[in-house]
Every structure is written in structure tokens, then in C-alpha cells.
Nanobody, 117 residues
């Protein structure tokens, strides 16, 4: 599967953005999917995942503010980000975990999200 994220931009603190990820490949439904972010000088942080069965999980810092979803019919992954904070500023990427693999092994090109105070 190949992935391409879009929807980033500049937003004021407290605002919202919706990221989209287009996936190619006919086996999209078999993959656990996720969103990660990487801020300048920091490592990649996995912030939200949605399993092939639809179960979601979030890192503590985004719980209650971010919502991950997927549309299997359209091969699309989304991340709705509300109540954004300056600390959310990062490059956001969508990823996939291949069946039988323990880590997220497929990453697409990211999209920049900048939250101003």
C-alpha cells in the first residue's frame, strides 16, 4: 500500500484541521492504520491508530481532541484535530502496519501542521 497525506496548514490555537490520507492498493481494509507526528528536533510519535476492525487508540496528549477514522470504500484515512495547541505543531504522516508485522512499517509523505499561539 502507498500513502499520501494532505490537509495540513497554519491555524490559530483552539482551531481545527482535518487531515486526509489517500491509500492505494486493494488490501487497504487488511491494514491497521495510524497517524504519527514529528516535531523539529524530536522523534516520531504515533498519536492515533485505527485497527482493521475499527478499534481506535490515542496517545494521552491528544485524547478528547483528535479523532481518527477510515473509509474503507474510498481507501481513505482521516484525522480530525480540534482544540489545537502550539505543541501540536509537527509534520503529520499516515502509516500502515502490514498484516503479521509488529510495527508500523509503511509511511507516506507528511503534511505540515503549524499552530500559532
Amino acid at each position: 500500500v502507498q500513502l499520501q497525506a494532505s490537509g495540513g496548514g497554519l491555524v490559530q490555537a483552539g482551531g481545527s484541521l482535518r487531515l486526509s490520507c489517500a491509500a492505494s492498493g486493494r488490501t487497504f481494509t487488511s491494514y491497521d492504520m495510524g497517524w504519527s507526528r514529528q516535531a523539529p528536533g524530536k522523534g516520531r510519535e504515533l498519536v492515533a491508530i485505527i485497527r482493521a476492525n475499527g478499534i481506535t487508540s490515542y496517545t494521552d496528549s491528544v485524547k478528547g481532541r483528535f479523532t481518527i477514522s477510515r473509509d474503507n470504500a474510498k481507501n481513505m484515512l482521516y484525522l480530525q484535530m480540534d482544540s489545537l495547541k502550539p505543541d501540536d505543531t509537527a509534520v503529520y504522516s499516515c502509516g500502515a502496519r502490514s498484516p503479521g508485522v509488529s510495527t508500523y512499517d509503511i509511511w507516506g509523505q507528511g503534511t505540515q501542521v503549524t499552530v500559532s499561539s
